[in-house]
């Protein structure tokens, strides 16, 4: 997809006031003479005159700012090139390894996505939203023994976080442990959300007798999950009919 750039043109204006004397017939000689002005314009106001001699942005802001258009936009590829046109335009100025990693990652160019959260984590190794995402990321590339590494990394730094603990549970889940990914589910949200969680993975899997027994499980709780008991009526109908 090309992307036309509209800029819009500053053209900056000068207005010089002519003093045009009205010319004297033979019959005014030795009458007062009277000398004529053509009105000039109004001055600008220092307002104006500030905007119209504003310096126009350079290429390189105009890449980043088009750039995060296009990418809220849902336009990744070209996004992800306007950035690295960004980069080359002025290889001087603050990095753009956050921008880019997370939309690397989401065409599936993990390699890339990986070596951006790694620059961006060694420069700020106490965000945990950036530990979550690249841990995230390593999973997706199936790197599951760095992807733990990185999550028990950021919950050292933040142990009560429960979207890294989610996230956590999700390695163990796509690494094949259940049990583990079951108890950092639990730490996360509850057991009750930890079995619920479990059933919606398993069924995705296709596994639907273990998501039928999480569900029950979820359901004989104290305080039981009324998502979990609908969802378990509905997998026990559509199963019976098989």
């Not at 109004?42 to 750039?67: D, G, H, K, N, V």
């Not at 989401?106 to 390699?111: A, E, F, L, P, T």
């Not at 790694?118 to 999973?139: E, G, H, I, Y």
């Amino acid at each position: 997809m090309s992307i036309a750039l509209l800029i819009p043109h500053r053209l900056a204006i000068l207005v010089l006031t002519l003093v045009i004397p009205l010319c004297i017939g033979c019959g005014t000689i030795g009458e007062k003479q009277h000398t004529d002005f053509l009105k000039p314009f109004a001055r600008m106001s220092s307002t104006a005159l500030s905007a119209s001699t504003q310096a126009m942005p350079s290429e390189y802001e105009i890449c980043i700012e088009t750039a995060r258009t296009v990418a809220e936009q849902g336009h990744v590829v070209e996004a992800i090139k306007l950035y690295e046109r960004a980069e080359k335009l002025d290889p001087a100025a603050p990095s753009l390894d956050a921008a880019l990693a997370p939309l690397f990652a989401s065409v599936g160019r993990y390699d890339l996505a990986i070596e951006r959260y790694k620059r961006c984590v060694d420069q700020s190794p106490q965000d945990v939203a950036l530990s979550n995402n690249f841990a995230w990321t390593l999973m997706e590339a199936g790197r599951f023994d760095h992807a733990i590494m990185e999550a028990n990394r950021g919950l050292d730094n933040h142990g009560d976080d429960g979207r890294l603990q989610a996230t956590l549970a999700m390695i163990h889940y796509r690494q094949g442990d259940r049990e583990k990914a079951l108890d950092e589910f639990e730490k996360a949200h509850g057991l009750v959300a930890a079995h619920h969680n479990l059933s919606v993975l398993e069924i995705d899997a296709g596994n639907l007798e273990s998501a039928k027994n999480h569900l029950r499980i979820a359901k004989q709780s104290a305080e039981p999950n009324s998502q979990s008991e609908v969802l378990l009526s509905t997998l026990e109908t559509q199963t019976s009919r098989h």
